[in-house]
């Protein structure tokens, strides 16, 4: 593609691993507090705090909302980026300096929207590990110039490999 920001580094580095990271088993009581912020001023769902009613749901048993994030206050292990650098979060460079690649050096930056796949919910007792990883480039032309469509994607899972939720993420740099 002429005019083409994609390198080659940069092809090659798709599918790369961006970072990861381990929860601390998540407790019932991590389940309760979640649901009491998100739910507040609202009573939250019984199935996130009675285990009693819980039992009789479907999820038989407590089970967390869908949009709890067990890493919100501490994780058990964090890895560093593959290429060791501490890399600016506001940097548009950012995914390519984790993964020690030029990166395509274009100056501004926006979110491009995500998408979620829910899997099973989260329950007391789990450890839930993130992989964030690159997925794709795409570019396209727009009214300011060429646009480069990059997409993450963060898969959480159980220790036994059951898919809790998957995230894929867009940011738009030109």
């Given amino acids: 593609m002429p005019g083409t920001v994609i390198s080659e580094a940069m092809r090659a580095a798709v599918g790369s691993e ?14 309760r507090r979640w649901a009491l912020a998100v739910y ?40 560093a980026s593959p290429s060791g650098a501490d890399v600016d979060g506001n940097d548009p460079d950012r995914t390519e300096l984790l993964l020690g690649i030029p990166g395509p050096g274009l100056k ?18 789990d450890v839930i590990t993130s992989v964030n990883r690159l997925e794709s480039y795409s570019e396209r032309e727009g009214r300011l110039g060429l646009m480069l ?3 993450t994607e963060d898969t959480w899972t159980r220790a036994d490999g ?9 940011l738009i740099r030109y």
Wanted: aromatic share 10%.
């Fill in 108 to 125: 501004f930056q926006l979110n491009g929207g995500l998408t979620v796949e829910y899997g099973e919910r989260i329950r007391p007792g």
């Fill in 162 to 170: 059951t898919l809790i939720k998957r995230t894929r993420t867009t």
């Fill in 40 to 79: 507040w001023p609202e009573q939250p769902p019984r199935l996130f705090w009675d285990a009693e009613h819980a039992v009789g749901t479907r999820h038989r048993g407590i089970v967390a909302p869908e949009d709890f994030n067990p890493f919100a206050w501490m994780c058990a292990e964090v890895s």
């Fill in 149 to 151: 469509m990059t997409v």
């Fill in 18 to 31: 961006l970072g990861r990271r381990v929860s601390y088993p998540v407790s019932e009581s991590d389940i």
